[in-house]
């Protein structure tokens, strides 16, 4: 093998360990290190939280507490919220009404305070930007009125403004009457018949 053959293998070797390098530093940087000095930072600022855990976050904990949640004994409670979002009542109880959890890397600030939330969602100022879905969440959800901002916003709001206004909800009456009849009709057609559903009779 000629001197320009050997040079061509180190400098491709140089180049594979500096990539492998960068992607190493990457992953160190996006799955250990911004998440534990956010999390620093925050409980600096009083804002404490459970623990991120290295690239799930505290995903796996909330999933473990829903299934734990889904595997007691049901009560007849109208409390669903403890029962379908279980980790938010006890963290709720443990870090306060503002708390920091992580949903994989990404952080999320927890706020139960109704003063704030308050003044969260009134968003005069367009301080608090407007959480976008993703993945599939956002082809379930689509680009509706809790998605927007700006002219889009505006728009989809007169439209929604003028079908709630109270003579267009009068107008709808009759059909909504129409709709639950016709429902309870199908109901009481259906009395006494198994359902295709599982678990429902």
């Known amino acids: 093998m000629t001197s320009s053959g050997h040079l061509v293998i180190m400098l491709s070797s140089f180049l594979s360990l500096f990539l492998l390098l960068l992607a190493l530093i990457n992953i160190f940087l996006t799955q250990w290190w911004t998440p ?26 909330i999933s473990d507490m829903k299934n734990e949640a889904i595997s007691r004994p049901k009560t007849l409670s109208h409390d669903l919220f403890a029962l ?8 709720d109880k443990i870090y306060g009404k503002i708390y920091l959890q992580w949903y994989g890397t990404e952080p999320q600030l927890v ?7 308050k003044e969260i969602l009134n968003n005069k100022d367009r301080v608090f930007l407007q959480v976008q879905p993703k ?8 680009n509706g009125l809790g998605f927007v901002e700006g002219e889009h916003w505006e728009k989809l709001r007169k439209v929604a403004n003028h ?8 107008n709808m009456i009759p059909d909504m009457v129409a709709s639950v009849e016709m429902m309870l009709q199908r109901w009481k057609n259906h009395e006494g018949k198994k359902s295709r559903l599982p678990g429902i009779r």
């Not at 925050?42 to 904990?61: A, E, S, T």
């Not at 379908?84 to 963290?91: E, G, I, N, S």
């Not at 993945?135 to 689509?142: D, E, N, S, V, Y």
């Open 36 to 61: 534990t000095r956010l999390q620093k930072l925050m409980g600096r600022q009083g804002i404490k939280g459970p623990c991120y855990r290295l690239f799930h976050g505290n995903n796996k904990q």
């Open 84 to 91: 379908v979002q279980p980790h938010y009542k006890l963290w």
């Open 111 to 117: 706020i139960f305070e109704p003063e704030l939330c």
């Open 135 to 142: 993945g599939f969440a956002r082809k379930i959800l689509g």
């Open 163 to 170: 079908a709630f206004h109270g003579e267009s909800l009068k």
